[in-house]
């Protein structure tokens, strides 16, 4: 989330990562991930109700068939035509749900209240942000999350493409990864920040610049296994440190041109007005953060079809980190913001997914995006929609996964209680599938 790279660690290899497990030798591209080997007998899923990703309401006395990697069929009981060799996993008091995903992760940062980011950046070696990664993603897997795109490796070179491949080869646990690389940055406007000025210092993403600058370097990310390209649009460069645009209209023509005839959507983090506007019209698909957007921004996104990212646990996790004592204290004035422009982001009819910038808070606690979408306004069906179809209509997945459906991928999760009543249920996770293989049970 908050910084970017300049001088990358290069004597650090994947390998030397996770030794010989992660490979760094081939792009991973925007492929299906491949499918893991699953259990060749049909699985019989037998909750108390299913939630399909799409409908306003729950199912009650449906069941899911899994053939394979692949849902094979959904319904009432009574209907279901059961082959006789089915393994029955029965599931009381919990709702089936699609496996969720989070459109905003970092899986090579921790929580910054364990360690500060510039630390992160420039202390930790790469094997061991690599290493700690490989928990964090199951970590995430186990709390039902089963696709992460990760939005930045923040000074970590390209370990998400190495993790990736371990996720898919099936040598580590975790979701399917979609992935950013670098991510980029203007020169001059990301971190880590500090030091005298005659010092340079590694960055938290790559440096782009000009037209043919950033022409270049969206051609390398995606040679190197960017699914999607990620850019800041904007960051805390100002002279006083406010936030300001960077990129110019013809870099950002340039990017999305590069990326898009690679078939790479782009996405950007944006939190001005100006640096929202210039990253929509020049065809972006979704913006992150949006801190200051206003009615006539979101009215523009959803003239323009691009989606919105609120991630409002990295604004609560850093308030908190500051000393501020949700429930006791009043909201200081960034929280305030974050709610009013959460609320007119829902008056808009925006398309709004589910993002937590996860890193800056715990791995594994994701859900807690979706508990902040309700409590800031959301009803918890439209946040189990964004969480699970609409995540998935925005990756361009949507035939897929995000749904319990006839011939998608086999990603299901069960919760006890009823998350479209109380949404602080999905915290209760007792049984995870992915790629119609038991994860968690």
Known sequence: MFYTNRATRGALTLATAIGACVSLARAASAQPPTALPSASKPILLVPDAVFDGVSNGLQRGWVVLVRGARISAVGPAANMTVPPDAERISLPGTTLLPGMSDLHSHVLLHPYDETPWN???????????????????????????????????????????????????????????????????????????????????????????????????????????????????????????????????????????????????????????????????AGVEDIEHGDMATPEVFSLMKQHNVAFCPT??????????????????????GIVQKKAMFKAALASGVTICNGSDVGVFTHGTNALELELMVEYGMSPIAALQAATSVNARIMHRENEFGRIAPGLLADVVAVTGDPSQNIRALRAVRFVMKNGVVVRR
């Open 119 to 281: 630390d992160q950046v420039l202390r930790e070696s790469l094997a061991l942000r690599t290493a700690r990664a490989v928990n964090h993603l199951k970590a995430t897997l186990d709390a039902g999350f089963t696709v992460l795109r990760d939005l930045g490796t923040e000074g970590a070179d390209y370990a998400d493409v190495g993790l990736k491949e371990a996720v898919d080869q099936g040598i580590i646990p975790g979701p399917r990864l979609f992935v950013t690389t670098k991510a980029i940055v203007a020169t001059g406007s990301y971190g880590p920040k500090g030091f005298g000025a005659e010092i340079g210092v590694p960055q938290g993403a790559e440096e782009a610049d000009g037209v043919d600058g950033v022409t270049r370097v969206v051609r390398d990310q995606i040679g190197h296994g960017a699914d999607w390209i990620k850019i800041y649009a904007d960051y805390r460069w100002g002279p006083r440190g406010e936030a300001r645009p960077t990129f110019t209209p013809e870099e950002w023509a340039a990017i999305v041109r590069t990326s898009m005839s690679s078939g790479r959507p782009v996405v950007a983090h944006a939190s001005t007005v100006e640096g929202m506007t210039r990253a929509i019209m």
């Open 312 to 333: 409002l646990s990295a604004t609560e996790s850093t308030t908190r980190y500051r000393g501020w004592k949700k429930g006791v204290d009043p909201d200081p004035a």
